[in-house]
Nanobody, 119 residues
Framework: QVQLVESGGGLVQAGGSLRLSCAAS????????VDWYRQAPGKRRALVAG???????NYTDSVKGRFTISRDNAKNTVYLQMNSLKPEDTAVYVC?????????????WGQGTQVTVSS
């Protein structure tokens, strides 16, 4: 059974750092792409950062220079390093992955992890 599990969220003061992990487990051939989204209370889910199998990355403007997305192919894990956190970064962070299983691609969502940044 394939699963996508996030971890690493928590409570941190403004200016602090957290590293989120998105780990895929099960019979996976490869990870094609992973995107991190976040949803703050009363707001729509928004794309934060993404990484492709080529290694290319993209970030929403508000996190450029502060967040870094990376991947460890051996561990089937993608990380989101978040530095210089601000109260407005407070949200539930959810990862979405496109996984190659056998000869087909499948879309998976994680369960989300809460990030709270206090001022």
């Amino acid at each position: 059974q394939v699963q996508l599990v996030e971890s690493g969220g928590g409570l941190v003061q403004a200016g602090g750092s957290l590293r989120l992990s998105c780990a895929a487990s099960g019979s996976i051939s490869s990870i094609n792409a992973v995107d991190w989204y976040r949803q703050a209370p009363g707001k729509r889910r928004a794309l934060v950062a993404g990484i492709r199998s080529s290694g290319s990355t993209n970030y929403t403007d508000s996190v450029k220079g502060r967040f870094t997305i990376s991947r460890d192919n051996a561990k089937n894990t993608v990380y989101l390093q978040m530095n210089s956190l601000k109260p407005e970064d407070t949200a539930v962070y959810v990862c979405h992955a496109e996984l190659r299983i056998g000869t087909r691609d499948y879309s998976y969502w994680g369960q989300g992890t809460q990030v709270t940044v206090s001022s």
